[in-house]
C-alpha cells in the first residue's frame, strides 16, 4: 500500500491530504485502483469489464442472445422497470 500526497492549492494556501493508494487487483494490472467491488480493488477499465460480464451472463441467462430478443424484452419489460424505480 502506497501512500499519495497531492499538494492543493487553495486561495494563496497550501493544503496537503493524505489518501491511500490502491493498485488494481485484477491480473497483472499495476493501474490505480478506482472502484471497490466486494474485496477487489479495480481500475476504471477492469470494473466496466466486471459489469459488462454480468450483463453478458444475465442475458445469456434469461435467453437474451440477439439484438432482437433483447429489443423484444425491454418493450415488453420497460413499463414496469420504470414503476419500480418510481416506487423506490
Known sequence: MNTYKPKNTIRSST???????FNCT????HSPAM???????YCREHYDNH??????RWNAD???DTVEKRKNFISKNIRTTISKLKGA
Open 26 to 29: 485484477a491480473g497483472q494490472c
Open 15 to 21: 493544503v496537503e491530504s493524505t489518501r491511500e493508494f
Open 51 to 56: 459489469h459488462h460480464g454480468i450483463a453478458l
Open 35 to 41: 472502484f471497490r467491488v466486494f474485496n477487489n480493488n
Open 62 to 64: 434469461n435467453g437474451l
